[in-house]
């Protein structure tokens, strides 16, 4: 054991990073989610991120936490404490600790002789040889090994025991006989530490009361919730990490909460064959007044953009989840990314435009997703959730979900039988009667002699009739666009912070949380506004906000600055004053990153020659 | 082709039961090629429909790309229609099917859209066993790109430019019995006698049903060696300028008893074998419904009528366990769990 007086080593209470290095399929999940919980659950502000390979076993998997009693739940960055339980990352892992940190490893093993670091804290267990003379079931060593090292880690972070007792005992309230062998195995390993340990770690876990009635949520399954509460009766999908679990958690609360009287589902559920297929499922069931939606990812979306045109320009309301993840093609499918957005934004052939949301936070994931519904139904049109795998696949800290009963579904312009009967005039499925690009629908079987319609993604006339006439084709589509500008007064508001400099910080979705913690850096020497964007189209203070700043920096996860591209192409702004702050490694942003990228630019002196260059 | 409308009355001009005329059932003029036997299809969906006393407004018609599925606008005016993309007509069908089960869905569908770019979905929506009737015009060719073999072009037939397909031809009726369709039958678009009851019967069918109907096209089903063919015609008439010239001709149509073979002379000079089924076996057999077609086939003949029968699946709904009510009536009362339940959601996340 290294002597702890002969370096420097980190300390804090409630406020580090520690990275677990496991195998995949190995068990450690449950074992790092339990740490995590526990760590909630005392009180203490945490955010938690599974940075998983795309196999199923074997391979390297990494569970990055970040213990932040300021609520800093973006990724920090660096590790100060590393569990490294995997042999072939071990080295890895071992440079990858920061001066100073906690090498927590199996030492049933000696270490190899070039692990020669004098910075950091080794921490030997002997994990292996633990759950040996305890266990003689296989997969038991295998799983409680998990186990036994989150009991160490509860002594050396010196935690409140009695919270995991806790934890263990509301985990498997319905296995009851799980109960004592996980709480002897957090003890084997809170015991060995304690033994051998005394006193060497300067991290600490202490309890505060600072998540108030926060909740730990996916994004995902908060998005497969809104579906639920939204109405959604049919979901067409196709399997594709990392929107599989949206339609899961779609399937999990249906069968809780959808069941009727008779044991029957007041849902349908298709996995379809394709992507195709899945979209598909989705127009015919909306086209025929059943709110229905699918999920996907980047892929699925190109294969989607066939129908999503011919949903635009039909007049079909679609909601669909896309949970982003690096492209393109295939890419890196386990990591995360903000890259579909002219994919979605622009999505088929043709002049088509779609409404974009970009929720940051799995509450947001529930209420963008209601509102999906009511925008895609009240514009008659794809309506994108622009989610990602940060975001749906993590669990994250956030505000409870809330359900206002007295919210009515806006179900749009839909005739019904009576109102079909009361026309006085020849109803027309592409009339534009109110001004505002929004026609008025009928569903399919509502009347006998008025209201059926032909859908057809050929060109149509105002009464849905097939025409080739170029006039009549260009007043539809002028049409559209007044529709689109019809929603950019719907769609939800952009937040604006500050309003007191010429400089300003442009963001959106999963970048909320790094931006967010950067801003209250950067703004103790700088004066900096900041806007989140929830929607494409931009509503007016998007606008506002480019046109009165001279510099906007704009933070995206992408390589190419997609959102700078849509700003450029749709509000006609100057692109010299749009400065692209862009993060493509998959990882989700830290804060670190955009305090580099944009402090650059607002050194006094840089701030100076950017007033002098924009003013020019 | 005329475009005006004709004045004369219905022969059939009575009403149903329910009290609807056969111009109820009836759609806009087509403006398919003048004796192209998909109109006769038409004709045939429109008789059963009458026949069956349906509701118009109850029908949905859905269809892909081809000039199969322009079909949907000649039949069924007061029916709902969507003409959807290429080879996609079974997944929108599916999702409106989702929505409410209590509509009849009337698939229309070519050879292209659903022998190549449909083949997926088509494989699936019949294991879906979804309740529903799917007709495919099927006339070997992509009619409305001028010709192209489709994947039911029989080996070594000749297709527009006189290239023999070297290919393999799909069977869709093989390909349906295999998946498991409920509902195989075949027939052929000029033999209305046969048609019209194998539609009703599709109607009827709880679950998936599958017409195939041989429809020669009028237009690009010749060969370069026939001087009636529309290559022969085109040949004469580029001197004119006519590019898009489509020769007038006469709608095949032949009537023959069950069990009886038939040839039928093609606009191209070419000839056609049916043979109709006989119903002296067990129609629920899939094997032995798979094996006649292929004995025939062996005979240089296509095997025509109902071929198989099987009305003990339960459809999509049945295997999904939906409610009795339709989906797209549920209320938002009966959807939405309202707020009390989130509290011990929202606990149960902490």
């Not at chain 1, 109960?179 to 304690?194: F, H, Q, T, V």
């Not at chain 1, 994931?365 to 519904?373: E, G």
């Not at chain 1, 505002?436 to 859908?455: L, M, N, Q, V, W």
């Not at chain 2, 083949?119 to 992509?142: D, E, K, P």
């Amino acid at each position: 054991m290294n002597s702890t007086n002969s370096k420097k080593l980190i300390k804090g209470t409630n406020d580090f990073v520690i990275r677990f290095a496991n195998v995949n399929g190995s068990g450690s999940a449950s074992a790092n989610n339990l740490f995590s919980k526990v760590v909630f659950r005392s009180g203490v502000p945490i955010s938690s991120k599974n940075i998983f390979p795309s196999n199923i076993q074997g391979l390297p998997t990494w569970f990055e936490v970040r213990v932040n009693e300021a609520g800093y739940l973006g990724r920090r960055g660096g590790y100060d404490f590393i569990v490294a339980v995997n042999g072939q990352t071990m080295d890895r892992d071992y440079q990858d600790l920061l001066p100073g940190g906690y090498f927590f490893y199996d030492s049933s093993k000696r270490l190899p002789n070039h692990y020669q670091r004098t910075d950091i804290q080794l921490i030997g267990i002997p994990l292996t040889t633990i759950c040996n003379e305890h266990y003689t079931e296989p997969r038991l060593r295998q799983i409680f090994k998990n186990i036994i090292y989150v009991g160490a880690l509860a002594y050396l972070f010196d935690m409140d025991f009695s919270v995991f007792e806790a934890s263990i005992k509301s985990q498997f309230a319905k296995k009851a006989k799980l109960i004592e062998p996980n709480i002897k195995a957090l003890l084997l390993g809170y015991d060995y530490a304690k033994e051998h340990f005394t006193g060497c770690c300067g991290l600490n876990i202490h309890r505060r009361d600072l998540n108030g009635d926060q909740i730990q949520m996916e994004g995902n399954d908060a998005a497969g919730l809104g579906a639920v509460y939204a109405g959604a009766t049919v979901a067409g999908w196709y399997p594709i990490t990392p929107s599989t679990s949206v339609i899961e958690a779609f399937e999990k609360y249906c069968h809780k909460y959808r069941v009727d009287g008779d044991g029957k589902n007041k849902f349908a559920i298709i996995q379809a064959e394709d992507e195709l297929a899945a979209v598909g499922i989705v127009i015919g069931a909306s086209w025929n007044g059943a709110r229905s939606f699918t999920a996907t990812s980047g892929p699925g979306v190109s294969l989607m953009s066939e129908f999503l045109g011919l949903a635009y320009f039909s007049e079909i309301p679609v909601v669909l989840m896309d949970i982003q993840r690096t492209g393109p093609s295939t890419g890196m499918p386990t990591r995360t990314q903000q890259s579909d957005l002219l994919a979605a934004a622009y999505a088929s052939h043709g002049d088509t435009k779609h409404v974009l949301l970009f929720p940051s936070s799995p509450t947001e994931c529930f209420h963008m997703t209601v509102q999906s519904f009511d925008l895609a139904e009240g514009l008659q049109t794809p309506v994108i959730l622009m989610s990602d795998l940060d975001l749906g696949m993590n669990v994250h800290q956030c505000d409870p979900i809330t359900w206002d009963d007295a919210q009515i579904y806006d179900r749009g312009k839909v005739l019904n039988l009576q109102q079909l009967d009361e026309l006085p005039e020849r109803w027309g499925r592409y009339l534009d009667v109110d001004g505002d690009g929004i026609p008025y629908r009928t569903i399919p079987g509502t009347h006998s002699e008025k209201g059926a319609f032909f859908t057809r993604g050929s060109s149509h006339d105002e009464y849905a009739a097939y025409t080739e006439d170029g006039e009549v084709y260009a007043e539809g589509m002028q049409r559209l666009l007044i529709k689109w500008n019809t929603a950019k007064n719907m769609v939800p508001r952009a937040e604006i912070s500050g309003n007191v400099s010429e400089m300003g910080v442009l963001y959106f979705g999963t970048s909320a949380y790094a931006t967010e913690e950067a801003l209250d850096t950067l703004r103790q020497q700088n004066d900096l506004d900041a806007i989140r964007v929830k929607a494409f189209p931009f509503g007016p203070e998007v606008d506002e906000f480019v046109k009165e700043h001279k510099q906007v920096f704009v933070i995206e996860q992408n390589r190419d600055g997609q959102m700078k591209t849509m700003i450029i192409n749709e509000l006609s702004t100057n692109p010299e004053k749009l400065i692209s702050i862009l993060n493509i490694d998959g990882m989700p942003i830290t804060a670190q990153f955009l305090i580099d990228s944009i402090g650059q630019y607002l050194s006094p002196k840089t701030m100076q020659a950017v007033k002098q260059e924009t003013a020019s | 082709m005329t475009f005006i409308r004709p004045n004369f009355r219905h022969p059939e001009n009575h009403t149903n039961e329910r009290g609807f005329s056969i111009k109820n059932y009836e759609g806009a003029l087509s403006t398919l090629c003048a004796g192209c036997g998909h109109d006769s299809i038409s004709a045939s969906i429109i008789k059963s429909c009458f026949e069956l006393n349906l509701e118009p407004h109850k029908i949905a018609k859905i269809s892909g790309i081809g000039c199969s599925s322009k079909t949907p606008t000649y039949f069924l005016g007061k029916a709902h229609g969507f003409n959807s993309v290429h080879g996609r007509m079974p997944s929108v069908t599916t999702g409106a099917n989702m929505a409410n089960k209590d509509l009849l869905y009337i698939g229309v569908s070519g050879d292209g859209d659903t022998a190549s770019i449909g083949m997926g979905q088509f494989a699936h929506v019949v294991r879906r066993n979804l309740n529903m009737v799917y007709i495919v015009m099927n006339n070997g060719c992509y009619g409305l790109t001028k010709g192209q073999d489709s994947a039911t072009a029989d080996k070594g037939s000749a297709g527009k430019k006189g290239v023999p397909s070297p290919f393999d031809s799909i069977d869709l009726c093989e390909l349906a019995l295999q998946l498991g369709a409920g509902m195989v039958a075949r027939s052929f678009s000029g033999d209305k006698k046969q048609l019209v009851p194998l539609i009703k019967a599709a109607i009827k069918h709880n679950g998936f049903a599958f017409i195939d109907v041989v429809s020669p096209c009028v237009t690009f089903n010749n060969t370069p060696n026939s001087t009636k063919g529309y290559e022969w015609v085109r040949d004469h008439m580029e001197a004119t300028g006519t590019i898009d010239f489509i020769p007038h001709q006469s709608e095949i149509t032949v009537d023959y008893p069950e069990g009886s073979s038939r040839t039928v002379a093609m606009h191209d000079g070419s000839a056609l074998t049916l043979q109709k089924n006989q119903h002296d076996y067990d129609l629920s057999c899939r094997k032995e419904a798979i094996n006649r077609i292929e004995t025939v086939k062996m005979q240089q003949k296509i095997l025509t009528g109902l071929m198989y029968l099987n009305e003990s699946e339960s459809d999509t709904h049945g295997r999904i366990n939906t409610s009795d009510q339709a989906l797209n009536s549920l209320a938002q009362s009966e959807l939405c769990p309202g707020s009390t339940v989130l509290d011990a959601l929202n606990a149960s996340l902490r």
